[in-house]
């Protein structure tokens, strides 16, 4: 009777306590930081029994002190963040290879890399259209746009007729430095003449003979993109009248000025003008907003 309790004790003691795997689910063994690895109910599963201090299913976690009033937390494979650049790190069952790392980096727009480490070249997709120039940047790109053409990434053809040869723009918009006037005055050449392809006997604008620094102005009366200027010469009283050249100036308020300049220098663009009066115009393309 003794012998047979003894044995019944003995049997108990062998199914209740976990075996150490010796199959190929625990070699090598998949417990960190030193947990032991013991058989599950079937072969292809097991546990780990983590040493104090470390906790989750392969003891990869190390379990953060707490205060009395809290309890405790793991701080996981994302305490430090790994990821980069404003990465988020997230829990997983994830590999690199044939090792278990236990989380993964969703990368934000711009970054990619098992770390988010790497910054995107988004030129690399040529986002910039009709010939814009793109600039690869920290998580971002620009384009700097042909004359007519603007948006983000160029898309934009802007290029018409603001209105002055067809009268869109009123006269009141157009002020010049002087007017000339002839035939004791009875001639009066208004800046509001200076449209193109005008007819008539007086049909340009005209500075008065002693205006040295002569100028005319568009009032757009709004912010504008200007991509081009044309110039147109004239006949006056059989003399011929062109310009030759000219520079631009531009405000937003009609106060302050500032020159259009030649790129990355301090230079003022002088432009060409026509080359006689027979010449029907001169286009000039400009490549930012005045």
């Given at each position: 009777?003794?012998?047979?309790?003894?044995?019944?004790?003995?049997v108990?003691l062998?199914?209740?306590?976990?075996?150490?795997?010796k199959?190929?689910?625990?070699?090598?063994?998949?417990?960190?930081?030193?947990?032991?690895?013991?058989?599950?109910?079937s072969?292809?599963?097991?546990t780990?029994?983590?040493?104090?201090?470390?906790?989750?299913?392969?003891?990869s976690?190390?379990?953060?002190?707490?205060?009395?009033?809290?309890?405790?937390?793991?701080?996981?494979?994302c305490?430090p963040?790994?990821?980069?650049?404003?990465?988020?790190?997230e829990?997983?069952e994830?590999?690199?290879g044939?090792?278990?790392?236990?989380?993964?980096?969703k990368?934000?727009r711009?970054?990619?890399?098992?770390?988010?480490?790497?910054?995107?070249?988004?030129?690399?997709?040529?986002?910039?259209?009709?010939?814009?120039?793109?600039?690869?940047?920290?998580?971002n790109?620009?384009?700097?746009?042909?004359?007519?053409?603007?948006g983000?990434n160029?898309?934009?053809?802007?290029?018409?007729?603001?209105?002055?040869?067809?009268?869109?723009?009123?006269?009141?918009q157009?002020t010049?430095?002087?007017?000339?006037?002839?035939?004791?005055?009875l001639?009066?050449?208004?800046?509001?003449?200076?449209?193109?392809?005008?007819k008539?006997?007086?049909?340009?604008?005209t500075?008065?003979?002693?205006d040295?620094?002569?100028?005319i102005?568009i009032?757009l009366?709004?912010?504008?993109?200007?991509?081009?200027?044309?110039?147109?010469?004239?006949?006056?009283?059989?003399?011929?009248?062109?310009?030759?050249?000219?520079?631009?100036?531009?405000?937003?308020?009609?106060?302050?000025?500032?020159?259009?300049?030649?790129?990355?220098?301090?230079?003022?663009?002088?432009f060409?003008?026509?080359?006689d009066?027979?010449?029907?115009?001169?286009?000039?393309?400009?490549?930012?907003?005045?």
């Amino acid at each position: 009777m003794k012998h047979s309790v003894a044995t019944w004790l003995l049997v108990g003691l062998s199914l209740s306590v976990p075996q150490f795997c010796k199959g190929d689910i625990c070699d090598p063994n998949p417990c960190e930081n030193g947990g032991i690895c013991l058989s599950g109910l079937s072969e292809d599963s097991f546990t780990c029994e983590c040493p104090d201090g470390f906790t989750d299913p392969n003891c990869s976690s190390v379990v953060e002190v707490a205060s009395d009033e809290e309890e405790p937390t793991s701080a996981g494979p994302c305490i430090p963040n790994p990821c980069h650049n404003g990465g988020t790190c997230e829990i997983s069952e994830a590999y690199r290879g044939d090792t278990f790392i236990g989380y993964v980096c969703k990368c934000p727009r711009g970054f990619n890399g098992i770390h988010c480490q790497h910054n995107i070249n988004e030129c690399e997709a040529e986002p910039c259209k009709n010939g814009g120039i793109c600039t690869d940047l920290v998580a971002n790109y620009s384009c700097e746009c042909p004359g007519e053409f603007m948006g983000r990434n160029c898309q934009y053809k802007c290029s018409g007729p603001l209105g002055i040869e067809g009268g869109i723009i009123s006269n009141q918009q157009i002020t010049a430095s002087s007017t000339h006037r002839a035939l004791f005055g009875l001639q009066k050449w208004y800046p509001y003449y200076a449209r193109l392809n005008k007819k008539g006997l007086i049909n340009a604008w005209t500075a008065a003979e002693n205006d040295r620094w002569p100028w005319i102005q568009i009032n757009l009366q709004r912010k504008m993109r200007v991509t081009g200027v044309i110039t147109q010469g004239a006949k006056r009283i059989g003399s011929p009248e062109y310009i030759k050249s000219y520079k631009i100036a531009y405000s937003n308020d009609g106060k302050t000025w500032a020159m259009y300049k030649v790129k990355g220098t301090n230079e003022d663009v002088v432009f060409r003008g026509n080359v006689d009066n027979n010449t029907p115009y001169a286009t000039n393309c400009l490549f930012k907003e005045v």
